[in-house]
Each structure stands twice: as structure tokens, then as C-alpha cells.
């Protein structure tokens, strides 16, 4: 086939609310760690893998603070500078992403 031909009468018009998507999160969740500053993300779907991240960045220096009343699904990220950095198992097995962390990290702390 070509080609699709869509016909109709009618011009489609609206708005759409694209949500935020878990894999664009993590990665700027783990970015976090690179500033001194206060990093806000908006529209943050509440997943597990979400919640596994923050455990983690918790772990490392890096509180996390959710905002569950806000409609627009604020995280907000601050890391602090830290002597230790240690990554337990427990919380690096529960996801691929944890391999995120690692580039920030080296770029922190050498």
C-alpha cells in the first residue's frame, strides 16, 4: 500500500494533555544529582520504578519530596553534598535505571 486516504466531514480541533512518561522521569531524576539546587519536575506519573529512583537517590544524598495534592504531579529533587555514597543492592536490583545514577555520580564526586 501506498498511501492512506482518510475521508471525512469533519476537521478534527481539541486539546490534549500529553502526561509524563516514566523513562523520560528517571533519567532527570538521576540528573538531579548533578546540581546543588533545587530541581522540580512536573508531571511525574507515580510508579514504582518512580518511588525505586527516589529511594535510591535518597540513599545517595539526594531527598525527595512529592506533592501528591498538586494536579500537576510535582517531584521535587534536591541533592546535598555527601562524604559517602553508597548504593545499596536491595534498591540498584529493583530496576534497570538505577545505571542512571552512575554518570552523575562520577561527574560529582570524581
Keep these: 500500500m501506498d498511501r492512506f486516504v482518510i475521508q ?8 490534549l494533555r500529553v502526561h509524563g512518561a516514566k523513562n523520560a522521569a528517571l533519567p532527570l531524576m538521576a540528573a538531579a544529582l548533578l546540581t ?3 530541581v522540580v519536575l512536573r508531571d511525574v506519573p507515580n510508579l514504582v520504578d518512580i ?5 535510591l537517590l535518597e540513599a545517595l544524598g539526594c531527598p525527595t519530596q512529592r506533592d501528591a495534592a498538586a494536579p500537576d504531579r510535582a517531584l521535587t529533587l534536591h541533592a546535598v553534598q555527601r562524604e ?3 548504593a545499596h543492592y ?3 536490583r529493583t530496576m534497570r ?3 542512571c545514577v552512575l554518570g552523575p555520580l562520577l561527574a560529582r564526586r570524581g
Excluded: H, Q, T
Aim: net charge positive.
Design 51 to 55: 518511588r525505586n529512583m527516589g529511594r
Design 36 to 38: 546543588d539546587e533545587p
Design 97 to 99: 535505571a538505577s545505571i
Design 84 to 86: 559517602l555514597f553508597e
Design 8 to 15: 471525512g466531514g469533519r476537521r478534527l480541533r481539541g486539546k
Design 90 to 92: 536491595d534498591i540498584v
